[in-house]
């Protein structure tokens, strides 16, 4: 006979990881692996159990292996296809929500989308906002859209998002206008050894690395923002731990003003942006 109990002893996973798996088998609440943990489990269940836990033990990210992963108090689906939404993101939404205070209707495009995180987040907290939400993936797109249909309210007032397949602004209408452009493009530099290491391991390379030296994406979203910004309009970016300067200096070369940066819980400079001037 093997219990909740017996499996968290025996595990090699931290308890967290081995309790997030466990409700994923038994479809169980945290609470009842401590109220139920000497219950008898049956067979099947242990073998899916045990199938994730080698998973895990072989690095597997845990949003991957449930399939999802919080993110601005929402449940967003995750897939190999996609990066694993991360906390430190959210002051990118929170920083884009702040600059469109006052913004009837706003225009909003996420450059890069993923899993939607952004986009959707940004469309649930500004029920009255237009949102765009952009990548070259096509498998990406597909799971942005699923997030979209499964956490937004279809009667939302701004309408449904529009998905565009584009290498960043490229298949975009050029009449197209936005208060805002948001993106966490891939910023790593090729040679960086986290890509080789923990989560990254198992998350799309052309989301985390340009394959250079991890500016060009930003480069490429700087020069081409201005074009699709209405006077006054803003652009924010996440970036590398140690690129804040270099951001901010491509931003002020290319005509934003009110440049500056926003430092995460960490205290890390994670995100830079500007406002085009009239």
């Avoid at 072989?58 to 399939?67: D, H, S, T």
């Avoid at 920083?95 to 469109?100: C, K």
Wanted: hydrophobic residues 45%; negative net charge; contains cysteine.
């Amino acid at each position: 006979m093997t219990t909740v109990a017996d499996l968290l002893r025996a595990s090699p996973l931290a308890a967290l990881e081995t309790r997030i798996l466990l409700t994923r088998v038994l479809g169980w609440r945290r609470t009842e692996l401590i109220t139920r943990d000497h219950e008898p489990l049956d067979a099947i269940a242990i073998a899916q159990y045990r199938a994730l836990e080698a998973r895990r033990a072989k690095g597997e990210p845990i949003a991957q292996l449930v399939g999802s992963r919080e993110f601005f108090g929402l449940d967003f689906e995750v897939t190999p296809d996609v990066l694993i939404p991360r906390p430190e993101t959210e002051l990118l939404v929170e920083t884009a929500l702040a600059r469109l205070v006052g913004v009837e209707n706003p225009r909003i495009l996420d450059l890069g989308t993923g899993s939607g995180a952004i986009a959707v987040a940004l469309a649930s907290a500004r029920g009255d906002a237009q949102v765009w939400a952009v990548d070259q993936s096509a498998a990406a797109l597909t799971v942005a859209e699923r997030n979209a249909a499964n956490l937004l309210d279809p009667a939302r007032p701004g309408g449904a998002l529009t998905f565009v397949r584009s290498n960043w602004t490229q298949a975009l209408d050029p009449s197209l206008r936005f208060d805002m452009i948001v993106s966490n493009p891939p910023y790593i530099a090729d040679n960086d050894p986290h890509l080789e290491q923990g989560d990254l391991r198992f998350e799309p390379r052309a989301a985390l690395t340009d394959d250079a030296d991890g500016l060009s994406a930003i480069r490429a979203i700087v020069q081409d923002a201005p074009c699709f910004l209405v006077p006054d309009g803003a652009l924010w970016l996440e970036h590398g731990y140690d690129q804040a300067a270099q951001v901010r200096a491509l931003l002020t070369a290319r005509g934003f003003a009110e440049v500056r940066s926003a430092t995460d819980i960490a205290g890390i400079e994670r995100i830079s942006g500007g406002v085009l001037t009239a």
